[in-house]
Each structure stands twice: as C-alpha cells, then as structure tokens.
C-alpha cells in the first residue's frame, strides 16, 4: 500500500508546491504570533528565569 | 497560601560542570590529534590510535562527553529555578551523573580497542547501550517526578525544549539501537541494507537534532534573558518555533542519503522537510538575538553575551547551510566532502561550544559564589574560539568544494580529469594543515578558559542556593479542566486537519490542489475566529490549559515527534527490500567474508570510504555502476560510511590482485603514493576465532539470512577452504601469511565487495590496470 501511495509522488513538484503551502502557512502562523497577542496568557510566564530569588511563586500574581 | 524553603541541588550541577570542562578538553585533544593524523599520516599509532579507531571516541566524547554533560548542568540547574522545587531525587540524580560518566569511561575504553558497531553517533556496542537506556530512564524519572512535585504551575518553554529532548532521545536511541549480541563485546544490527541505513539517519540526524539543539535551545530561551537581564524578545514565537521544530526536524533524516539506493520518495520528504526547517530554526535564532534588543552594549561589555550572541549566531548559520546541503544539486556536490565536516563544526564548535562557554562563565562564578577571575581573559577565549572556527570552518569549505569539483571534473574527451582520488587528496592537504590550525587555536582558548574557571572556583566556595517562596495552591480555572478538554482543544483539530489536508496536496492534480489550498484558508481563518471569539469570552486559552499539563504536554510532543519517524520508517521497513530490479539478489556472505567484514567494521573503514557509488556519471566513471538497494538486505549493519578521505569501495572486488590488497594494508604508500590512510601491518599477525565463524552464521540466520544447516556445520572448513585460495595467489607473488590471519579474512572481504550476481561488469581490465599503475586506490 505505501508503495504504491509514494510511488505516485512526483518528486520536483512536491517540494516546490509543499514549500509555497508552507510559506504561506508560515507567514500567517507569524502574522498572528506578531500582531494578535493575549498578553496575559504570555508576559507572566516569559519573565519566569528572571524571577530567580525574588522568593516568589509565579502562581500568586495570577489573575 | 504557603511559604516553602528550598535549597537548590546545584552539587549535581557543579558536577556535571565539571565532567563537562574534563571531557570536552579530551574530545576537543582527540579532535586536534586525529586533524593531525589527516595531515600527517605519520601520527598514526596503529592500532589502538589510529584515526579510524579515534575518530569515533572524538565523536562521542564531544558530543555525548561534553555537550550531554554540559546539557545536564544546563537542565538540573534551570529546571530547579523554573519550577521553584529542588529535584525529586538526590539519589537519581547521582545515579544519572555517576552512570552517565562510567558510560563516557566505557565509550574512551571500547572505542579504541575496536568495539564498534559502526553506526555513526551510536557506535557504542550493546552492553553499554542498555547502559545509556537505563540512566536516561532514571534521568528521565528524576525529572517528571520534579515536574511533579513542582511549586511553579508555569512550563516555561526552556521546560518544553527538555521535555522533547528526553523524550525523543529514548525513542531514538532505543530503535537505532536494536541488534542481536554475539558476544559481550559483538552484536549485529536487527535492521540491514536500506532500512538500517535509514534508520540510523533518523537516528543521526535527530541525534544532532534533540541532542545537540533542543536542549542547548532549552538553555539559550533560560540562561540568555538571565544574562541579558530582560525577558524573551517573543514567548509566543518561541511557542512557535518550538512545535514547529520538533514536528519538522524528524522528517530531515533522509537528507543524509540522497542519491542513495534509498527510494526516490523517502530522498524527496528528507529535502523537503530540511528546507521547511530553516524557518523555525531562523525563528529560534531571531528570537533569541532579538532578546537583546536595546541592550546591545552588554555585549560589548560582558564575556557571557558575547558567547551566546555568537553561539545562536551560528546555530543561524548552520541551519541555513543545512537546508543548503540538503538541496539534492547541493548535495551531489558537497556530500562525502569536508563541507559536511565544516557544516557539522559549525554547529558543533560555533552553537553548542560557544553555548557552553558562555554558560560555564555564566554559571560557575554564581554556584561558587564569586566573581569571574578574569574578564580579559574570557574576552581573549571568545576571539580565540572565534578565529579557531572560522579557519576550521573556511578550510573545510575550500577543501569540500575542490574535492566535489575535482571529483567530478571531467576533461574535453569525457573522461575524469583526475582519475587517481589520491590527486584529490593531495590537493586539499594545505587546508588539513589550516584546519589543525584553526582546531588547535580553539583548544587552546579551551585551556585558558579552564585556568579562568579553576582560579574563579579557588576563589569561592560551594553551596547549594536558598530561597523562600510563597505558593499559592488555590486552583485556577485552568487547572480544573479535563483530560478530554485537553484533547479536545480546537488548536489541536485544526492541527491535525491543517497537516491531513496537507499531506492530501501532494496526492492531487493542480485543480483539485488549488481547492485544497482554500480549504485549508478556511480552515485555519474559523479557526482564527472562534479562538478570537473564545478570547473575547475570557476563557481559559488552550495554550493556558495545556502548558500547565506536562503529562498531556509530554504525549502531545511525542506524537509530534513520532508523525515523522512513523510515517518514513514504516514503509521503508514494511517493504521487502529483496525484490531486486535486475532479478538477483545479494548472495549471503561466506564464513570468511563474515569475518573479514567484521574486522572492517572493527578497523572503521567507514569513517572514510563509502560503499555506496551514486548514480552520478563521475561516480560510473570512477567507480563502476550505481549501488542498488538489493545489493545491501544481507549487510547487518550497513556499511555505506558518510565520508570519502578514500574513494568508495563497493566494487572493489576483482578490482585488484590480492597482494595489491596486501601491500596496500601494510602500507597505503606503497601502492598510492601520497596517501594519508592509516597502515595496518598487524592484520597479518592478528588470528581471527575460526570457531566464531559458524556461531557468526547462526545468528546472522536468525535475522533473516538465508543460510543452510550444513553451510553453518561445515563454516571452520569452509573458511579454510576459502582462505587457501587467498594464501595461494600470495604465495605466489613471495608473501607468506597464515591461513587464518586477520589480514587472509578482510583481503576475502574487499574482493567479495560489489560481486553479487546480476552485476554487470562495468570497468575494462585496461581501466582497472590503469587504475594500479596510477596508484587509483588510496
């Protein structure tokens, strides 16, 4: 069965049309990373290493 | 609400610290002697040290040696912090470091006494296999358990990075290294030909990949917003690059066999997915320079920075250069050449090297205590290690690329314009003398940074780090949601239909195509919408959910993982591979050959020669027609090699007289002048177990080799038999050598090689001859 599956790849179009699928996806996967944004969901937890020996447990200023 | 005193367990930090600096001065000496041995053949000390032998041990003790250990002083001392507990386990943790060194010593000891398997990046034979297996299991106990008992709700993704790393490494190490033992020190790999090659490519690849880049990646997004004192340039691309790595990077494997008997569509999924994977990996890197953003003059001022700016800023090079040499054009050049040796430097001495010093000079003045002895002399170590990589590195791209020209250069009549590989080699040697260079500059910054270090330890004093925190254990929405929500999140569905719908595009014609891809718009636009939706309710994310749960975490990242080795090994190993195009098969080695292959493998010949002739027209003329994939379903383990520092070896059988194989074992020069191939005089003295020969048959039959009950009775006459007509054609030409030396054994090897019936002859004898008179082998 895989055989026949993969042997009716065409191996120059696959990775041309794979890569612009996957450019595209990607730029949409980074325009939503850049422009739309739930602060609350990430600040807190991306200042973790900073937080070392301030003798604080994260969970506490949870809102 | 609850106030927790905890003392840190930064002693197993301190240790693996240690082990790492002791060990990566030894690899990175290793490295130095065997560039030398390259150079000048003459450094050779045969047959514990030669380059052969040595290069593995340099190999592992860099990468398992001095990364893994610096990787485990990264890990125990972050996770600790980040999860705000000390580790479960003091007895597993010393059980991990204690075991993970007795393995290092076991590797240093085996590895140039000839115990290999010949796979490369898991050369190790099987006792010390299980080894590995069992101490990243306690490793692995130690640090879910941790995860456990945590006073940190919060998976900071530094914690994510680790978790695939222990996951994925025991995936990989437990498949590519399945095999039969013959004895306490010998074992064959259960897989063969193809399949083991692609097997052990996944493995290799992702060695380098969740070995060597997830964690390191784990303790850039700790330890460089502790050094820059300023969080991630971007939590949510790391989020991004994250799942996006580690989904992608298990497909790249094949990338290492392009132009291989490997099938067509296995070479095409492994270029296609290395050149997705400079995205996230260039995402990764961004991320992690732009962590800098407006502080820029702490780079000028602080060692530490500097290290880590310069470290991500390789791993951004050579996760270009990777996707570069995956490109099937790209590789038909650079593949066998020392641009591979370059590119895999870059990573190795730019990104986990200058990684590691910047976390050695970051870390041990603060589990001593103390400040840095000497700041000068950290800054004098990063220009050192700078300029050593970039002479290793430029040697390594000149020499790569004149060796692919040369090799395929062809003159006006269409014949090689440099039929004798040793021209090739001699050509490059310049570059080899600049590489020890380079290698030996960064050895030395090494050193300067161990006297640092060891006058900054004096200095101060250890103890474990205390703090108190306050944790707050009321549960949070978040923490009340079930297993089923987990699963069910909608970022999951649309994953999975986004990846579905993928995988249909390659399968349709371009109409059909076109529709897809707008479905796959819509898709990923509702999606859009009603997590904008969900938002805007104020509920809980499914990021907010999921990153609280290691355990759902955890399965979520090896399906990841798993999606691409499944779906390449799967049918590769489904397939039978014993239907041969030409319509025969490999026949089963002889007794004799057995034993010669196993000295072979024993001595390292694939560290530089390959069996595996591409279907290139340089390669037809130089070394005959194009392997095939049956010509390989009884090699156990293969034996394809990833270098040529000699040409490749698959039809070397008949090619030359015995005594041409004699003299060239004895000493390379005599028959290619110029040479730089270690000699090996002792095979002719060393006797093989002609009692092992038989046992050798059986257990090469329960694998699948189709050998008779009597061809394993009668093995010991056999090998006589086979041997007496090696002796003979010796004895001929003047040479006396015992029937049942090393040396009759691997001669009966290399003239099998490239035999099996359904070859056609692809050379004249006018051609091979001329090939010995001009010194054509190495």
Sequence with gaps: MYRQFFSGLESAALPLAAMAFFVLAFVLVLARTFFWKRKSDYDPIASLPLDEGEGRSRNEVQP | MRQVRIEYDDQVVRQFAFASILFGAVGLLVGVLIATQLAWWQANVAPYFSFSRLRPLHTNAVIFAFVGNMMFAGIYYSTQRLLRVRMASDLLSRIHFWGWQAIIVA??????????????????????????????????????????????????????????????VAVLHIVNSLALPLTPWKSYSIFSGVQDALVQWWYGHNAVAFFLTTPILGIMYYFLPKAAERPVYSYRLSIVHFWSLVFMYIWAGPHHLL???????????????????????????????????????????????????????????????????????????????????????????????????????????????????????????????????????????????????????????????????????????????????????????????????????????????VVEVVVDDTPKPEDRVSIGTVLAGRPLWFTVLGFLLATLFVFVSAVPAVLLAVAVLVVSEIGYLVAKRAAAAGKPSWFGIIERRPLAFTVLTLVAVLVGGVAELLPTILVKQAVP?????????????????????????????????????????????????????????????????????????????????????????????????????????????????????????????????????????????????????????GVEVAWDSEMVAMIAYLQRLGRDRGVAPTRTEAVATEGVAAGGGR
């Design chain 2, 581 to 733: 195009h030409s319509g025969e098969a490999q026949q089963p080695y002889t007794a004799l050959e057995l034993q010669g292959r196993d000295l072979y493998v024993r001595e390292g010949c694939y560290v530089c020669h390959s069996q595996m002739i591409r279907p290139l027209l340089a390669e037809y003329q130089r070394y005959g027609e194009a392997s095939r994939a049956e010509e390989f379903i009884y090699d156990h383990p293969f034996q394809w090699g990833s270098k040529r520092t000699g040409p490749d070896l698959h039809r070397q059988g008949g090619r030359y007289p015995s005594l041409w194989h004699y003299a060239h074992l004895v000493d390379p020069r005599q028959t290619s002048p110029g040479s730089n191939m270690p000699a090996y005089p002792f095979l002719a003295t060393h006797r093989i177990d002609v009692a092992l020969g038989a046992r050798k048959l059986e257990l090469m039959r329960r694998l699948g080799v189709p050998y008779a009950d009597e061809e394993i009775a009668a093995a010991a006459t056999s090998q006589r038999e086979q041997a007496a007509t090696v002796v003979a054609d010796l004895a001929a030409n």
């Design chain 2, 107 to 168: 590797a240093a000891v085996t590895l140039p006494l000839g115990i290999t398997t010949s796979k490369e990046y898991a050369e190790l034979e099987w006792p010390i296999d299980i080894a590995i297996a069992v101490v990243w299991v306690v490793f692995a106990i130690n640090f879910f358990w941790t995860l456990a008992k945590r006073n940190e709700k919060h998976l900071y993704v530094a914690l994510w990075f680790y978790i695939a790393t222990i996951v994925t």
């Design chain 2, 259 to 465: 132009y291989t008997a490997l099938p067509e569509w296995a070479q095409s999924l492994g270029m296609l997915f290395s050149l997705m994977l400079w995205a996230p990996s260039w995402g990764g890197m961004l991320n992690g320079l732009l962590t800098l953003r407006g502080a820029w003059q702490k780079v000028r001022e602080e060692p530490v920075l500097k290290f880590f700016v310069a470290g991500v800023t390789f791993y951004g090079m050579a996760t270009f250069e990777g996707p570069l040499l995956s490109i099937k054009s790209v590789s038909a050049l650079a593949h066998y050449s020392d641009w591979i040796i370059g590119h895999v430097h870059t990573g190795a001495l730019g990104w986990n090297g200058l990684m590691a010093f910047g976390l050695f000079y970051w870390l041990l003045p603060r589990i001593y205590r103390t400040p840095l002895h000497s700041k000068r002399a950290a800054d004098a170590h990063f220009w050192m290690a700078l300029l050593g990589i970039v002479a290793y590195m430029l040697s390594m791209w000149v020499s790569g690329v004149n060796q692919g020209l040369m090799w395929k250069a062809t003159g006006a009549d269409g014949t090689l314009t440099y039929p004798s590989f040793v021209e090739t080699l001699l050509a490059i040697r310049p570059m080899y003398i600049v590489r020890v260079l380079g290698g030996t500059l960064y050895l030395a910054g090494f050193v300067l940074m161990i006297w640092n270090l060891w006058k900054t330890v004096r200095a101060g004093s250890p103890a474990n780090a």
